[in-house]
């Protein structure tokens, strides 16, 4: 009978890696990837003033606020990335189930950005950050998901 092959998406709202175990229990990383705009000021992602509109009847103007945080949309956008990235991935046909590891925020976000074929293939979730954890030391991490 073929096993499984089960691949860790290790994730926060910029870095993201994916990794598999191989027979011997040890942790490789295969993909990983960073966000462009994760150590951006916010004047660096977009306008730093907000822009102003006038009131008709007098010469008073006021400041428009945003309709969302520059650096949250940053980290939405990272995450639909995140999430076509793994069903690329599965498209190309390189595992058969998910753990998905990830900061509470993180993790519901990308749940809801994977698809439904997608969302039934993940068999865990941990509310964990473990994107700065090397490989060797995800053992002892990742042991209630095992």
Same mark, same amino acid.
């Given at each position: 009978?073929? $096993?499984?092959?089960?691949?860790?998406?290790?994730?926060?709202?910029?870095?993201?890696?994916?990794?598999? +175990?191989?027979?011997? !229990?040890?942790?490789?990383?295969?993909?990983?990837?960073?966000?462009?705009?994760?150590?951006?000021?916010?004047? *660096?992602?977009?306008? *730093?003033?907000?822009?102003?509109?006038?009131?008709?009847?007098?010469?008073?103007?006021?400041?428009?606020?945003?309709? +969302? %945080?520059?650096?949250?949309?940053?980290?939405? %956008?990272?995450?639909?990335?995140?999430?076509?990235?793994?069903?690329?991935? $599965? !498209?190309?046909?390189?595992? %058969? +189930?998910?753990? /998905?590891?990830?900061?509470? +925020?993180?993790?519901?976000? &990308?749940?809801?950005?994977?698809?439904?074929?997608?969302?039934?293939?993940?068999?865990?979730?941990?509310?964990?950050? &473990?994107?700065?954890?090397?490989? $060797? *030391? /995800?053992?002892?991490?990742? /042991?209630?998901?095992?």
């Amino acid at each position: 009978m073929k $096993h499984a092959r089960i691949w860790y998406i290790i994730a926060d709202g910029g870095r993201a890696r994916f990794v598999e +175990r191989d027979e011997q !229990g040890t942790y490789r990383t295969v993909v990983s990837f960073v966000a462009a705009d994760m150590h951006k000021r916010s004047s *660096d992602l977009g306008q *730093d003033r907000p822009s102003r509109a006038q009131e008709s009847g007098s010469p008073t103007r006021h400041a428009i606020q945003p309709r +969302r %945080d520059l650096h949250a949309a940053a980290k939405e %956008d990272f995450v639909k990335l995140v999430a076509e990235e793994i069903e690329a991935e $599965h !498209g190309r046909d390189q595992f %058969d +189930r998910l753990v /998905l590891i990830a900061p509470p +925020r993180v993790l519901t976000e &990308l749940k809801q950005k994977l698809s439904k074929p997608m969302a039934k293939i993940v068999v865990k979730d941990l509310q964990k950050d &473990l994107t700065k954890v090397p490989d $060797h *030391d /995800l053992t002892e991490h990742l /042991l209630p998901a095992l």
